[in-house]
């Protein structure tokens, strides 16, 4: 590859970044962990995590990426040859990411054309194992749902058009767009939804504190797994972005910038989420316990039985919604395929368009196999084991290599030189202890819960997984470099 890419300007670098972060455990996961975990007490061990852990890791990453210039496999062989393959499991990890996320867009993207018509009926559940998301009956695994596969197929060439383009022409532009609109119409749902009848319920649900639950460590490992999964930290997202930097960037006042994006958006949209569930309540007499839950079952099922009764104004609220979960979630689906796109095309030799072509293809034809009769058991299992188990692993290690193998002080010029914040000792000591007691306990909670409960067809699949993303990182550093 000849001269490596670069962002215009700090500006889009950032959009770039908070699209990357904002993404659509921001819209329903976050609220529900929020209310499930001690309702107001919990924001004390979630901004405690963003204290000790999710800026000083976004630090550390926008540090390598900067410093290096080289995308991070290349930055592991770097450091010492033998870690070149841990770079590759984890982009390759990050890009099974990629795979299942562009399905969980296309579920969205058939609700946003039936939200015109609110085709889905009043039996919004059916709607979505039917015609969507399937069931967990390993019978239906034989059949395809069209709607699901046709917008896999689009999404992914809308990827591909942005992502094959120069990083500024492509994802740079796209996310000055889309980031902007995204905070617009996420505003106009949240401020309509806070006037509702019975959104003070909701709110008073949500945030109605449990104090003793500040004593239950789950409670704190729910916060650090917010953090994680919310700022898409070690996933080498924030590394390549910022290996695209002009030199005189100010690194840790736009780690500042895209924390406190992510962290207003995500506790802002609560407030949206749960008045609109406030409304359900008050408006149906049912209770909020039987309406709260998150992810899918929030989005696909609850949110349509809810603008089904709003009336008029359901109208317009169901479009927008599903439009800022389709723009949240293509700012981030780009930010999970750049690692992949960055290492192979450097690793390869390849251009930037040829690279992206490729992974595409490929992204795309394991993405439709997913789009089965079991499309959302599917996802929820790979979703599951590939969190849990491979990346907040690979965190942790990258957390040992930088501080330890490298040196963890060597950063420090780089990012201090143009910033505001400086950082110094305490950055380093957390960095080099205290994250990676932390990861390395949450890693093992984690694999503890997913291995006990866990049934023999979804160890198949994680046994799958980590078979072909193990022999394919092997082939993967075992390709001779470009110009070799």
Known sequence: MSERAQWDSSLSFIF????????????????????????????????TAIAIMGIPFLILEYGVGFSFKESFSKILKDIKPEFELIAWILVLFVFVVTIYYMVILSWDLVYLLSSFTFNWGT?????????????????????????????????WVILWVISHKNVDEGIGKVSKILIPALFVIMAIIIAYALTLPGADIGISTLLTPDWSMLLNVDIWLAAFAQIIFSLSMGQAIALTYASYLPENAKLIDNVLIVVCSNSLFEICTAFGVFSILGFMSFTNGTPMVQLITEGTGLVFIVFPMIFNIMGPIGRILAPLLFLAIL???ITSALGFFEPMLSSTSEKLGWSRKRAATVLCIIGCAFSVLLTSGISSYLVGIIDTFVNEFGILLLIGVQC????WFYGVEHFLPALNEHSTFKVGKTWTFVIKY???????????????QLFTTAKSFEIMIDSIIIVSVLVVAVVLTKLKPSGE
């Open 400 to 403: 040992i290599i930088f501080a």
């Open 434 to 448: 205290l994250l990676p007691v932390v990861l390395i306990i949450m890693w093992a909670v984690g694999i503890f």
């Open 327 to 329: 723009f949240a979630g």
């Open 16 to 47: 770039a970044m908070i699209g990357a972060a904002v993404g659509l455990g921001n819209i329903w996961r976050f609220s529900y962990v929020l209310y499930s975990n001690g309702g107001g007490s919990f924001f004390i061990p979630y901004f």
């Open 123 to 155: 039996d919004t559940a059916a709607y979505f194992v039917n015609t969507v998301g399937g069931s967990s009956n390993l019978a239906d695994a034989s059949f395809l749902l069209i709607p699901t596969t046709v917008g896999v197929l689009i999404l």
